[in-house]
């Protein structure tokens, strides 16, 4: 019984220890962003920007926003309904809240709240998974073969660059054309799944069905995509005319989407800190007034904060009143 006590305690100091090192290094970060925006910009003058806001652009980003959102859970959705018969107008609140829990945690864990929302319309835990993680996958190919390299030639007038998303579409495309040997998908599950990753099996497995056997959901899933894309360049360049920034529309559309490449590097808690400073940087480089663009970023982050905070909290009273009503329900009988 020591033994097992000493273990368990070993295993547990040391998720203890990479959690800290993790948390460390995420304040550390934004520490120095924060520190790198104070030194560099006015921040008083950008409160005074975002004070003055446009309170009718406001409302348009706010509505666009929305429909992100919206879009975010279509977007699962296409790939979901392949799998299960999961409705569409469950799917959605389902993606508001892990949305939400995701802008105050690292996103795995808003992703796994998603696939773990899932569940309760009875869909397994490793197909929710496969979902959310192909879903990121596309998403991830939209950023890196459309805008990064549009963005890229835009700064840099050069296209040496270019041979990121020539070698991302090179490995995507052989992992996929792979999928569908029959001898290579063998190969893989005798020899690298069963051998060294037993637990995954299910998941892995319902990633390459659904991968291989339903070409209409991804082809659904990419086109909506690609709308949601668009519609990220319309939030952010609302949020600068709100403050007085007029920005060309495509370049805006391409600086969104690149910077969420940035969001995606597991550095800080929702990209806080990154996605302002990155978006400083691209946009001074396009020409725009830096401090103006950090106060358009700041009213982004404020409204994607404070709504993810009501939508959170929205879903707590709804569960405590859910258990209050199953009590009151369960003492009548």
């Known amino acids: 019984m020591s033994q097992v006590f000493a273990s368990f305690q070993a295993r547990a100091l040391s998720l203890w220890r990479r959690r800290s090192v993790n948390l460390t290094a995420r304040v550390s970060v934004l520490l120095a962003i924060v520190w790198w925006l104070a030194a560099r910009l006015d921040v008083a003058q950008a409160a005074r920007l975002l004070a003055a806001a446009n309170p009718l652009y406001i409302l348009g980003m706010m509505a666009a926003a929305l429909f992100f959102g919206c879009l975010g859970g279509l977007k699962i959705w296409t790939l979901l309904r392949a799998l299960s018969r999961v ?7 389902y993606f508001f809240v892990a949305s939400s829990i995701g802008t105050f945690t690292p996103a ?15 869909t397994p835990l490793h197909s929710g998974l496969a979902v959310v993680l192909i879903d990121r996958f596309i998403t991830l190919s939209l950023y ?4 990064l390299p549009l963005t890229l030639t835009l700064y840099l007038n050069h296209i040496a660059w270019l041979w990121i998303p020539v070698l991302y579409f090179c490995a995507g495309a052989t992992a996929l054309l792979l999928n569908l040997s029959a001898r290579a998908r063998a190969a893989v599950r005798t020899r690298l799944v069963t051998r060294y990753m037993p ?8 990633c390459s069905r659904l991968m291989r056997a339903h070409p209409l959901a991804l082809l659904a899933n990419v086109s909506v995509g690609i709308m949601r894309c668009v519609v990220a360049g319309l939030v952010v360049w609302l949020a600068l005319s709100a403050v007085g920034v007029k920005a060309p529309f495509v370049g805006v559309v391409n600086v969104a989407n690149a910077l969420s490449v940035i969001n995606l590097v597991p550095i800080s808690f929702g990209g806080l800190g990154v996605y302002e400073g990155g978006g400083v940087v691209l946009f001074e480089a396009l020409g725009l007034n830096a401090l103006a663009v950090l106060a358009a970023l700041l009213l982004q982050r404020a409204y994607v904060v404070v709504s993810s905070g009501a939508i959170l909290g929205g879903y707590m009273l709804f569960v405590a009143w859910r258990r209050r009503a199953a009590l009151r329900q369960a003492r009548a009988i």
Not at 116 to 121: D, G, N
Not at 144 to 147: C, H, P
Request: charged share 20%; net charge neutral.
């Open 144 to 147: 890196i073969l459309l805008f």
């Open 199 to 206: 637990r995954a099996y299910d998941f892995l497995q319902t």
């Open 108 to 122: 795995a864990l808003g992703d796994f709240s998603l696939a773990a929302f899932l569940q309760r319309e009875q």
């Open 87 to 93: 409705s569409l107008w469950r799917t959605i609140p």
